[in-house]
C-alpha cells in the first residue's frame, strides 16, 4: 500500500524554469493538500481540492497552479520559478468531507531554485 | 480565522521524564485538532485527534493529549520520554467550513538520555 506519493523528490532549477509536482494516492480519498515547509514557519498551506475537477487557494497560492484532473492526482506547477519558492513540498490527502479524518502525508519534494 | 500557535520552538527533556508539547489554538465553532510528528528527511505522521468526547486523547506511541477548552488548549504530552521521541511536533487544527487543515510552526523535541 503505497498511500501518497510525490515526484520528483529533489529537483533543482533555474530561475525562470518551469516544472510540475506530481502527488498520487490510492486511497481514494477526496480530499488533497498541497503544503511548503519553510524553516520557522511551519507548514503554509498552498491550494487544496476537495474532489476531482476542483480546486481552492490556501495562504500562500501566488506563483503556483494545480490542477485535479484524476481524484487520485493532484499536481503543482510552478510557470516561472523564483528562488523564495525554494522549500519542501508535501502533498497530503484525507477523506471525504463530514468525517474528521487525519491528513496523510508523503514524503516531500525538495526544490531549490538558484 | 482558524489558527495555533506552539509558543515554544524547542522542548528539551531528559529521558525517562514526562513530556509536554503546548499547542492553542483559536476557532470559531468546535474544534478539530491533530497532532503529527515529522522524524528528518521524512513527511508527517499522524500521532492522535481530538474531535468530541473525553477530553483525554490517546495517540500512538505512547502519546496522549489533553483537551482544554477554557483555556483553548490541547497540549501533547508523554510520561516518559524516549530519546526515538526526538522530532518536529506540529500541532493543526481543522476549519470545519473549508475542509482546510492549518498547522502551527511546529515544535522541536530533544530527549537527552
Known amino acids: 500500500n503505497a498511500g501518497v506519493t510525490q515526484t520528483p523528490k529533489f529537483r533543482v532549477l533555474k530561475t525562470g524554469q518551469s516544472m510540475t509536482l506530481l502527488c498520487a494516492q490510492d486511497?481514494?480519498?477526496?480530499?488533497m493538500y498541497w503544503y511548503r515547509q519553510d524553516p520557522g514557519m511551519g507548514l503554509r498551506l498552498i491550494h487544496y481540492?476537495?474532489?476531482?475537477?476542483?480546486?481552492a487557494k490556501g495562504e500562500v497560492p501566488d506563483g503556483y497552479n494545480v490542477s485535479r484532473l484524476k481524484k487520485q492526482n493532484f499536481l503543482l506547477g510552478l510557470e516561472s520559478a523564483a528562488p523564495s519558492q525554494t522549500s519542501v513540498y508535501f502533498c497530503?490527502?484525507?477523506?471525504?468531507?463530514?468525517?474528521?479524518?487525519?491528513?496523510?502525508f508523503g514524503e516531500g519534494s525538495r526544490l531549490t531554485v538558484l | 480565522a482558524q489558527s495555533v500557535a506552539q509558543p515554544e520552538d524547542q522542548v528539551n527533556v531528559a529521558e525517562g521524564n514526562p513530556l509536554t508539547v503546548k499547542c492553542t489554538y483559536s476557532?470559531?465553532?468546535?474544534?478539530?485538532l491533530f497532532w503529527y510528528v515529522q522524524y528528518p528527511n521524512r513527511g508527517l505522521q499522524f500521532l492522535l485527534k481530538?474531535?468530541?468526547?473525553?477530553?483525554l486523547v490517546k495517540g500512538s506511541y505512547g502519546f496522549e493529549a489533553e483537551f482544554n477548552k477554557s483555556q483553548t488548549s490541547f497540549h501533547l504530552k508523554k510520561p516518559s520520554a524516549l530519546v526515538s521521541d526526538s522530532a518536529l511536533y506540529f500541532c493543526?487544527?481543522?476549519?470545519?467550513?473549508?475542509?482546510?487543515?492549518?498547522f502551527g510552526t511546529g515544535t522541536r523535541l530533544k530527549v537527552l538520555a
Open positions: 481540492s476537495v474532489g476531482e475537477g476542483t480546486t
Open positions: 497530503a490527502s484525507s477523506r471525504t468531507g463530514g468525517s474528521t479524518g487525519e491528513l496523510f
Open positions: 493543526a487544527v481543522r476549519d470545519m467550513g473549508t475542509y482546510k487543515y492549518i
Open positions: 481530538y474531535i468530541t468526547g473525553d477530553n
Open positions: 476557532v470559531s465553532g468546535n474544534p478539530y
Open positions: 486511497m481514494n480519498h477526496e480530499y
